[in-house]
């Protein structure tokens, strides 16, 4: 917390109290500080992971105490970045990486920023010109929410520490309409109009009192179209080092590091390439369901003595799951219809004693494993006829408008989709992904939707978080799902979900230096058939043929079976920013399969906040 005027100290109470709400964020130790004049007040949690000792515990504070800092996550070259710096004359106190924080910041001030190989965000206090910096890892792996009041800025991992100690506005109807589009929140936005995230690689000052604009520092898409010549063996080997050298960074620990086993490529092929590394036999997790259609134990037993791991099956019941449906929910922190199956398997990790677990999530972003990667081209090819007709649009709004209305069932409305938006690749990426239609969410805020909407337009959107680049065909899909889906979804998912139970979540396939090396590859060899052949080619022994050959099942809860069952205890959401009529056509339209199951479970998770607020 940092006071914003003059003569309104800040209050240590707050402070302690969100680090309270966070505890599962971090068991091991909590600190608090305040400076001197009261100006600033910094809060922790800790999760022991890197020096396990008192020295690392946060606030942490220079020698010279004129830098403090508060810090989420992980440096993974802090030993590199420490002898660069001791080279320099700098002295070290600790064995910590967080103090790589205050003592590169002194020496390199924001480039720092990008010396750090990691997943982090932080804040750090200047106590000499009265100045606070926050920032945020380039890949948007770890978490930052801010709230700017009148007088004080409150920070913190999650949102609920926020709506703990200060009132967080209303519900942003811009939010819930992006949630309804795409089934997420991306930064900057959240659910409550008074909370901002910071973006993925940016970083933002508070200065005599002022809150700066995030300011960019890394694009992620600049790095896209960088390709070097090479041949189809040279980047077999170049994604192989790329690999191995990403497995290895993110083992580094004072603590073991585990991995999720369940029967995918991704981590059947960071367990292999684990093993390799490790001297001793990796501890592999995996969630096991009394259901033979959901169960991978069977491939991941198979797998885990392939590769020789120490491996866990946790059983757990389906209903069990069921029952805990509600728990889940509301620890996503904001709306979000993925994550719930991250919630039980981090439950499961954090039972077999991981504090530190590996996740393939990112393998389809960056391998080509999701289907959009051939249906996106395939769609935009077939329909670019239509761009050159005169009146086109039109036409489209009309078709696309007429057409549920004339075939009342779910796959009409997801055709009306692709004529609506069929004219651009982000259009054409958005039918692919997309939630609800624009007429629908329109029809669900209300008589305002329509303003609502156009503010969220969703190709819109996604050209603005790719900077309005128009990137190379082959690599467009690959950016889509980089910057929509795993970084407004899957990673923030993750993150909130696994930190629920005390557990951190290292994702290899998300790295920036992995990014980088991968981008030099052609897209044709990165995104080789099947699914991610580069991946589980990367290996030794290779990556058995029953996990590759098998179809794409994923990890799932069937929740679609439940709602049809009506054993969902979930409510749909009750709020003036909807329209109650509307919220119930939706569920009238599911029963009737004039709509896919995913809406009205979207409904349903948003009414977990939406009535918590109103209440």
């Known amino acids: 917390m940092v006071s914003l005027k003059k003569g309104r100290p800040t209050d240590l109470a707050p402070v ?17 500080w305040q400076s001197d004049d009261r100006r600033v007040a910094l809060g922790h949690r800790r999760l022991s992971i890197i020096d396990l000792s008192a020295s690392g515990q946060q606030p942490m504070a220079d020698a010279q105490r004129r830098f403090h800092v508060v810090f989420n996550g992980e440096i993974y070259n802090y030993l590199e970045l420490r002898r660069e710096l001791e080279g320099q004359g700098a002295v070290f106190r600790t064995q910590s990486d967080t103090e790589i924080l205050l003592v590169g910041y002194r020496v390199w001030g924001l480039q720092i920023l990008d010396r750090m190989v990691g997943m982090f965000a932080f804040a750090i206090w200047d106590d000499q010109v009265k100045e606070l910096l926050l920032a945020r890892d380039p890949l948007g792996i770890k978490p930052l929410y801010y709230l700017e009041a009148p007088d004080r800025l409150l920070f913190a991992s999650e949102i609920g520490a926020l709506r703990a100690v200060a009132d967080v506005g209303a519900p942003d109807p811009e939010a819930i309409a992006e949630f309804l589009l795409w089934g997420s929140i991306g930064a900057p936005r959240t659910l409550h109009s008074g909370v901002r995230a910071l973006p993925p690689g940016t970083w933002a000052r508070i200065q005599a009192g002022r809150f700066q604009a995030p300011h960019e520092y890394y694009r992620l898409e600049d790095q896209i179209g960088r390709v070097e010549a090479m041949d189809a063996e040279e980047a077999a080997e170049r994604g192989r080092a790329a690999l191995r050298s990403s497995i290895k960074r993110h083992m580094v620990a004072d603590v073991e590091v585990g991995t999720f086993l369940s029967g995918g490529v991704d981590s059947v092929a960071l367990t292999a390439l684990m093993s390799e590394i490790s001297e001793r036999p990796v501890t592999s997790v995996n969630l096991s369901f009394r259901s033979e259609m959901l169960d991978e ?5 198979q797998a885990a003595a392939l590769y020789g ?8 019941r389906v209903d069990e799951i069921q029952e805990r449906l509600v728990d889940a929910v509301r620890a996503l922190d904001q709306p979000s219809i993925d994550g719930v199956n991250v919630y039980f398997v981090s439950e499961a990790a954090a039972q077999s004693g991981l504090k530190v677990a590996i996740s393939g999530v990112g393998g389809d972003e960056l391998f080509g494993g999701y289907g959009t990667f051939a249906r996106t081209p395939s769609a935009v090819r077939s329909q670019a006829w239509a761009r050159h007709i005169p ?14 209305r004339l075939i009342p069932h779910h796959l009409a409305r997801k055709a009306a989709m692709g004529i609506r938006h069929g004219d651009s690749w982000p259009g054409v990426y958005f039918t692919q992904r997309g939630l609800f239609n624009v007429e629908q969410v329109e029809q669900l805020l209300g008589p305002n939707g329509a303003a609502v909407v156009e503010a969220s337009w969703p190709e819109h959107q996604l050209q603005s978080r790719l900077g309005g680049r128009d990137l190379p065909e082959a690599e467009r899909v690959s950016a889509y799902e980089i910057k929509q889906y795993l970084q407004c979804q899957l990673l923030r998912d993750t993150d909130v979900m696994s930190m629920r139970h005390s557990l951190e979540v290292r994702t290899p396939l ?24 580069l991946l589980r080619e990367s290996v030794s022994p290779a990556v058995p043929a029953a996990v590759w050959n098998r179809p794409k099942q994923g990890f799932a809860f069937p929740i679609d079976e439940w709602l049809a069952q009506r054993s969902v205890p979930l409510s749909l959401p009750a709020h003036p920013v909807l329209s109650e009529e509307a919220v119930r056509g939706v569920e009238r339209d599911y029963r009737a399969g004039r709509i896919h199951w995913t809406r009205y479970w979207a409904l349903l998770v948003l009414g977990t906040f939406l009535n918590e607020s109103a209440a």
């Open 510 to 533: 998300v790295d920036r230096q992995l990014f980088e090396e991968l981008m030099t590859i052609p897209a044709e060899y990165r995104h080789l058939r099947p699914a991610k052949r």
């Open 297 to 301: 134990a069977p491939i991941a037993e």
């Open 391 to 404: 009146g086109a649009s039109m036409v489209r709004r009309s078709v696309s408008r007429a057409l549920p």
């Open 309 to 316: 791991t120490k491996h866990h099956r946790i059983d757990i």
């Open 16 to 32: 302690e109290r969100m680090c309270d709400l966070q505890m599962h964020r971090g068991p091991d130790a909590s600190g608090a």
